[in-house]
Structure formats: C-alpha cells, structure tokens
C-alpha cells in the first residue's frame, strides 16, 4: 500500500526536475541574447554618429556618408561591393548587410571611436558598421594617385573580412586570428601586405599570451599584424581555407577556439605555437 501523501510529493518533484533540466538550455538562450544585446548596442553607439548623413544602398553595403564626399561614394560603392563579392569567395555566408560609413577626415574617426589625435587608421570595424577613411583624405598622394593607391590596398577587404567572420562563427576567436585573417584575404585580393622594415619576425616576436591579452596595446602594431598574418598563412598551408572554414563551423556551433583547432588541425595551443616557431623561419616570405 503506498505510503499517504508520497503521490503528491513525485508530482511536485517532476516540475523541479524539468526546470533543472532546462536551466542549461535558458543560461545559453540568455547568454547568446546578452550577446546580440551587446553588439547592437556597440552599433547604436557607433552609428549614432552618422546621423543626418546621406544614404545609398547597395548589394552589400547600407552607405553613410557626409555630403561633401558624394562624388566619391559614386565610384566606391560599387568597388566595396566587389570587394564584398570577393571575401565571400573565401568565406561564404548569407544574408546581412553591414553599415560602411565614409569618413572625411582623421578627426571623424578619432570622434566616432574616442581616440586621440596621434591614432590614425585607413578602416575600422566595430559592431556590424565599418568606418573608412574616404580615399579624399589620404595623405601624401594626389588627385588620381589616391584613387589607385585605394584600389592597390583596399582596406574595405579587411574590415569586410572581420564582418564575414563575426557573422559566421558570431565571436569566441582571438584577435590575431581575425586580423591574420583579414590580412591574409586581403593579399589573396589585393596583392597588399603591411611590411615594415621592424615588422619581420626575424627581429623578435610576441609571444601568444601577449598577442591574445594585449593585441591593440602591443608597442610595435605592424609586428603584430605580421605575426598574426603568418598564423593564419600557416594554417592555410595545413589544410587551406578549407581547413579554416572548418574552423569556423566549429566556432559557430559553439567550441572554444582551441577545442576547435585541436578538432580540425589536431594541434592544442602550446603545440601550435611550437610548430610555428618552427616554420616561419624556413620560408623567405617572413
């Protein structure tokens, strides 16, 4: 004879139980929304600058920009748009549109992003927005000189690479790999690397502690973009960009990077920097 009241205690229990059970499932809803909440606002903050600016849309680009640069928005909407069709060649993805705002001058930029005046960039990307410097307003170079030194260069590969890789794999990779990315597609398209007589790795390098905690903060910049660069060259000589794409399918679906490097490359992060110390010093490119 079942005891009285044991039925009643069972049935509570099970709600208890289910609720336990989904916890799990409510902590990773909540934190991927925390997320998306993050970046959109990172977007507002940003975007809240360009209001009042013109506007034309493209295939890949919803374009700000002031009015004084209207007539080189008119030849660099549909270069950004190749630019775009070109990144997604090594790295396909569908669907979404980044904001590309064409900034003036320095000091628009150092606005947007609070920086000071010493800190000068030809694009930055943050939250969905890429900000270019307008081709105008590069320095040193004269009328049809700055529109071939844009189009020999053209950072909008890679700050259109960084879009590309949030919006497959959503986060979770280090910097250097997003810039080493963004470089290394940047070459394919362009034939343009960042070389300066400090950055060759023969001259030192930065450890992956540093490059992982303090990328931005790091004295020698061009060191580290160069550093990253030849990470990323060397997992393409592994496996390709089939070997990072399938890299970042594994970020996408939520494996921590090294987790994921190990999946695909079958190297944990101490080996992997072990290995590549013991590669880039063979190859004249570096």
């Keep these: 004879m079942r005891a009285r ?19 799990p499932v409510l902590f990773f809803l909540w934190l991927n929304g925390a997320e998306n909440w993050g970046r959109q606002l990172s977007a507002l903050a940003v975007r809240r600058h360009f209001a009042g600016w013109q506007e034309r849309e493209t295939d890949y680009f919803k374009i700000r920009y002031p009015a004084a640069e209207a007539e080189a ?11 775009a069709r ?17 900034a003036g001058s320095q000091s628009a930029i150092q606005k947007v992003f609070g920086w000071g005046e010493g800190m000068g960039v030809l694009g930055v990307y ?21 529109l071939a030194a844009f189009y020999a260069a053209n950072p909008l590969v890679h700050e259109y690479t960084h879009y590309a890789l949030e919006k ?9 790999f997003s810039e080493g990315l963004a470089s290394l ?23 992956i502690a540093e490059l992982e905690r303090d990328f931005d903060l790091l004295p020698d910049q061009a ?37 994921a490097m190990e999946k695909v490359y079958g190297t944990e992060r101490k080996a992997f920097y072990f290995h590549w110390q013991q590669w880039y010093p063979e190859s004249v490119f570096w």
């Design 73 to 83: 928005v008119s030849w660099l909407a549909p270069v950004a748009d190749e630019a």
């Design 168 to 176: 497959r794999a959503g986060g979770g990779y280090p910097r250097w």
């Design 86 to 102: 070109q990144v997604k060649k090594y790295l396909p993805f569908e669907g979404g549109k980044p904001w590309l705002a064409i």
């Design 223 to 259: 060191l580290a973009y160069r550093q990253a660069l030849s990470k990323v060259c060397y997992l393409f000589e592994l496996q390709g960009m089939e070997g990072i794409n399938r890299l970042i399918d594994c970020l996408a679906a939520g494996i921590p990077f090294w987790q």
């Design 126 to 146: 943050k939250a969905e927005t890429i900000v270019l410097l307008s081709p105008s307003a590069w320095q040193g170079k004269d009328g049809q000189e700055k």
């Design 5 to 23: 009241g044991c039925e009643k205690t069972r049935k509570n229990f099970l709600p208890v139980c289910a609720l336990l059970l989904l916890l």
């Design 185 to 207: 597609l940047q070459y394919f398209v362009t034939g343009f690397e960042w070389v300066e007589e400090c950055s060759t790795l023969r001259h030192g390098i930065y450890s």
